[in-house]
């Protein structure tokens, strides 16, 4: 897919993944509108790319969405991709009582509930365009769970399933749909997880991480899995018990830790 000359809207724009795609998409000459909850987020981002369109929105509320389809495709009518980034990750011990919480499903509202929503409201007009897009951000964590996030590696878990049901059905359309798994990246999502969890992980530089996905894009490759990320789908395949085995290993620290 050309990336140039395209009018993109990226969900969970303010920060991270979503940022760094806008700055790059803007520099080869594409409209990026971004979106985000937090004012200070998106006037931020503002400054540091003036280029940028920003609009507040919330992904997990369907009158918001059905709010900004209005707005983008009356401002910018010739929207032709969507990139669905926005997302939350939590660590979540399923074992403590007194740590459940009552916005378990945060995450399935966000991450799942959001890009399904957000495809479903702007694909009549995707469709329209001559060349168009959809690109779901899920995570190498799609292929195998880090059971101490159990809710969000569901999520993406099931994104990934959405994303093949929805390239199947858009196939006689001019909609192309992209998945981008990332890897562990060095972004504010990571920030709340323990070190010690994350020891022995390679973390991604944001930066390398956004071209590869692009490059990915450029050459048309539906499913783009940077880095460790094609290693958990293989390894997945090849040795599902072993790898598992391996990302449980994350959950002896949570148990062992006080409270
Ligand atoms: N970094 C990684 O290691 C990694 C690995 C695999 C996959 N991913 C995926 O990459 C995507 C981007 O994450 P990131 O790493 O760039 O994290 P990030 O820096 O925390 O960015 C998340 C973005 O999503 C926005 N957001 C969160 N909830 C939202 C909502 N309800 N509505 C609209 N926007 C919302 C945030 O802004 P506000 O808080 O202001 O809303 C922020 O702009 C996520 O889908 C994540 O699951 C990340």
């Not at 303010?14 to 594409?30: M, P, Y």
């Not at 400054?47 to 900004?68: C, F, Y």
């Not at 969000?152 to 099931?158: G, L, R, S």
């Not at 899995?225 to 395949?237: D, I, V």
Request: charged share 25%.
């Amino acid at each position: 897919m050309q990336l140039t000359g395209n009018t993109i809207l990226i969900t969970g724009g303010t920060s991270g993944i979503g940022l760094e795609l806008a700055k790059e998409l803007i520099g080869r000459k594409n409209t990026v509108v971004i979106t985000g909850r937090k004012k200070e987020k998106l006037d931020q981002a503002k400054k540091q790319l003036p280029q940028v369109h920003v609009i507040r929105s919330d992904v997990s509320q369907a009158a918001e969405i059905q709010a900004l389809l209005e707005r983008v495709t009356g401002e910018f009518p010739d929207l032709n991709i969507l990139i669905n980034n926005a997302g939350v990750m939590r660590s979540i011990n399923l074992v403590a009582d007194k740590n459940s919480k009552d916005d378990i499903t945060d995450e399935i509202d966000i991450n799942l509930k959001g890009p399904i929503r957000m495809a479903q409201a702007f694909l009549p007009h995707l469709k329209r365009k001559p060349h168009s897009a959809i690109v779901n951000v899920s995570s190498g964590l799609a292929f195998v769970p880090l059971p101490i996030s159990p809710v969000y590696c569901a999520t993406k878990a099931a994104l990934h399933s959405f994303t093949l049901s929805l390239r199947a059905q858009l196939i006689r359309t001019n909609v192309r749909v992209f998945e981008l798994a990332p890897p562990a990246t060095q972004t504010d999502i990571l920030s709340d997880f323990d070190p010690e969890v994350m020891k022995g992980v390679s973390v991604m530089k944001v930066g390398d991480m956004v071209k590869a996905a692009l490059e990915g894009m450029e050459q048309d490759r539906l499913e783009i899995r940077p880095g460790q990320s094609n290693q958990l789908k293989f390894m997945s395949r090849l040795a599902p018990e072993f790898i598992l085995k391996q990302m449980s290993r994350s959950v002896d620290h949570m148990l062992s830790a006080p409270g």
